[in-house]
């Protein structure tokens, strides 16, 4: 299952939250360089592409880390002059702009050329639109700000979900889910998931506190998107979570990302990395560490003949999350174990022979 995909909005009009954010990105469309601002995860990104899909232009989203010196940004500028093969018109999408190592002068000066010379409409999108790398470039945009979705919204789109696909669920739970996500509709949908098994939804009390920030997203999503062995090395060098996590977050999102041929090549470097990983743990041969993270790293970015240019909603490896789960559960289960032992007298082995049937009736599942 996969909701982040699933329930997508198709339409501008179907996303939850923002409506003032949307109406003015409508208002405001194509009269100058627009700045998206706000929280990760409440639908800058997305919003831009399905504005694109509504006024039928080609977008063209530029990988931030794949353009940080003024050579690549008057590649940009070149493009931003021309209309698509087809005629269309375009829509130039700088995603996480405050990424872009915009302090240094030649940067930001060849970016305002770029705003004064572009044929095609642009759009930015930022987490803090007031960054200070941003000072020079806020003048020449109009800022609109996305805010956090409320809870009670996003606990109601959660509802419809379950109920469309047939997820028994407490009400309780939801608006737990909601409330915890803090306004992050991506992360709302991902702890949904991840809480789902044999059809109904488990109790939120058996997620993980939220400590994987943005930042993981944006690594994977560099990886996936650059093609350039150095930018690829600076995600790895630059990770907040051990090389052998990052690996489940590649293999849960590069089918996402890639298709036909670059796929079948991005899953033979993961099961090389796979096998290096393997044979690191089982022999304790660190040296092999240097091949596994470039594997996971150059070897995925390299495998795309070009850089997709789509929106890719990216997700929690489903690996991870259930593997939380069934932790949890087998805690639980630990738990009664040793309850039933005190009152029984008798070994754990019994007790985990007899178990199925005291379950049943004594209803302690």
């Known amino acids: 299952m996969n909701l982040l995909e699933k329930y997508k909005p198709e339409k501008l009009e179907e996303m939850i939250g923002n409506k003032k954010a949307i109406e003015e990105i409508l208002k405001n469309f194509g009269k100058k360089p627009l700045l998206l601002y706000g929280n990760p ?14 006024l039928n232009l080609e977008i063209y989203e530029i990988n931030a880390s794949d353009y940080r010196d003024v050579e690549s940004l008057k590649k940009v500028l070149e493009i931003s002059k021309q209309y698509s093969i087809f005629g269309k018109k ?9 990424g872009l190592s915009v302090q240094d002068r030649g940067a930001t000066t060849e970016l305002i050329k770029i705003f004064k010379e572009s044929k ?23 800022l609109i700000p996305f805010t956090k979705i409320n809870y009670l919204s996003i606990a109601k789109y959660l509802r419809e979900i379950c109920q469309q696909e047939k997820i028994v ?15 992050d509709i991506r992360s709302a949908l991902l702890d949904t998931e991840s809480l789902v098994l044999d059809g109904e939804l488990l109790s939120s009390d058996l997620l993980s506190p939220r400590d994987f920030e943005e930042n993981i997203f944006n ?11 150095d930018v690829a090395k600076d995600v790895m060098n630059n990770l ?8 489940w977050w590649i293999e849960e999102n590069v089918t996402r990302e890639y298709k036909n041929d670059d796929l079948k090549k991005a899953i033979d470097f993961l099961s090389l990395a796979d096998i290096f ?8 041969d660190w040296v092999l560490l240097r091949y596994y993270i470039n594997f996971l790293s150059i070897g995925i970015a390299l495998s795309k003949r070009e850089t997709y240019y789509k929106y890719v909603p990216y997700g929690f490896p489903t690996y991870i999350s259930k593997m939380g789960v069934m932790k949890s559960k087998k805690k639980e289960k630990e ?8 009152k029984m007298h008798c070994s754990k082995r019994v007790i985990k022979e007899e178990l199925p049937y005291l379950e049943q009736f004594l209803n302690l599942s």
């Not at 375009?90 to 405050?98: G, K, P, S, Y």
């Not at 669920?169 to 306004?183: D, H, P, S, Y």
């Open 169 to 183: 669920f407490e009400e309780a739970v939801l608006k737990n889910i909601a409330q915890r996500c803090n306004g």
């Open 219 to 229: 690594s994977v999503k560099i990886i996936l998107k650059t093609k350039k062995i």
């Open 120 to 142: 095609n409409p642009i759009v930015m999108t930022a987490n803090d639109a007031y960054n200070t790398k941003l000072r020079s470039l806020r003048s020449y945009c109009k």
């Open 41 to 54: 995860g409440i639908g800058k990104t997305l919003s831009c592409y399905l504005l694109a899909k509504k």
């Open 335 to 342: 738990e009664k174990i040793l309850k039933l032992q005190e």
């Open 90 to 98: 375009r829509l130039i999408l700088i995603d996480e702009i405050d």
């Open 240 to 247: 907040d979570r051990s090389p052998e996590d990052f690996f």
């Open 277 to 284: 990983r393997r044979r690191i743990m089982r022999r304790q």
